[in-house]
């Protein structure tokens, strides 16, 4: 039998032989591709996310637009960001390298057509990072319209 319990920072899971510590929020995303990839969220998301509930925050980004890094980062801390959807949000006793953890900008898939949620998603990347945001907020928003209309 498994019974759960929230605690402030972290989830623990009860099971016969002992408590197993889940220290980390992950998601499994999709790219405009077709390929998927898991990141973690970032630190400063996890606080929060785990306060609220992993079961909640499942609920709230799933089908979630989200930037993430396609490369490492370079010695300036700049990598090169792409949007994804949130396929599937989890939490386990890992830890990603940073160039495996989502950026702290995503916005519900709905909100693709208010263009303060996209220049949410800019945030204060490079020239060419906010063009390629755009263009894939463009290809995802016709890409979920195209899912709806099915």
Partial sequence: MLNC????????????????????????????NGSTRIYQFPNDLKDAMFTEGVSN???????????????????????????????Q????????????????????AKDLNVSSSINFLLHDYSFLNKLRIRLQCLRWKR????????
């Fill in 5 to 32: 319990r929230i605690a402030a920072n972290a989830i623990y899971i009860y099971l016969k032989k002992g408590v197993i510590h889940l220290s980390n929020i992950f998601c499994r995303v999709e790219f405009l």
């Fill in 57 to 87: 925050v499942r609920k709230m980004l799933k089908g979630s637009l989200i930037n993430v890094p396609v490369s490492n980062y370079s010695h300036s801390g700049k990598a090169t960001i792409s949007v994804a959807r949130i396929k």
């Fill in 89 to 108: 949000v989890f939490a386990m006793k890992k830890t990603y390298s940073p160039h495996s953890r989502t950026r702290g900008q995503f916005i519900n």
């Fill in 143 to 150: 890409r979920l319209a195209k899912r709806s209309k099915a």
